[in-house]
């Protein structure tokens, strides 16, 4: 579990860096909480699908919706 974490926070750190966010490590934080709790509580046996719940709430979040 840890492992695949630390994959995982790789790509959600790279993110909030390259927009210039303040704090990327809080924001991968952040990012990967929502991605396990989209993995836990809708999509535990496909990470692609969790994949697109996470995208969605990122969507959602930055639009004020």
Not at 39 to 52: E, I, L, Q, R, Y
Request: proline content about 5%.
């Amino acid at each position: 579990m840890t492992a695949h974490r630390n994959r995982i926070r790789t790509p959600f750190r790279e993110l909030p860096t390259r927009l210039g966010h303040a704090e990327a490590e809080s924001a991968a934080g952040a990012l990967l909480m929502l991605y396990g709790g989209a993995m836990a509580a809708c999509h535990p046996d496909d990470s692609t699908a969790a994949h697109k719940a996470l995208l969605e709430a990122v969507r959602l979040i930055q639009s004020g919706s």
